[in-house]
């Protein structure tokens, strides 16, 4: 008889080598997970619907109304300006920057000069 022991299965090799099947399937369920949410999020996503006349009305809408504020604020020489003035002149500069913005992020909606005009504006209109 020998009084050798027989080899261990549950050793450190053993563990290291179930640890790492651990986490190979944890990898894989993570991956499965991430693609089905982006299967599922192309598949509900609403279709583009937006046309080149709804961008236009966009523009429009935003610089007639950023026009108008600044044809309501009154001359003045700029030493007393009150709060409503200093708040239409915000709020205007928020509606030429939102119509500036909608023609350079919809390029096929618009012509090239009408995006380097947009472009020159935002850059003046940036502090």
Known sequence: MTDEEPPRTSGPRRRLSRRALD???FAAA?????????????????????TCADVQDVYTENY???????DSLE????????EEEDADRADARTRFSTAFNVVIQNPDCFSVEDRATAQTHLDQLSP
């Open 23 to 25: 986490w190979t399937l």
């Open 75 to 82: 001359d003045n020489d700029g030493w007393h300006i009150s």
């Open 30 to 50: 993570l991956a499965l997970v991430a693609g089905a949410g982006f299967a599922v999020g192309r598949t509900t996503a609403p279709g583009d619907s937006t």
């Open 64 to 70: 007639e109304a950023g026009s108008r504020l600044l």
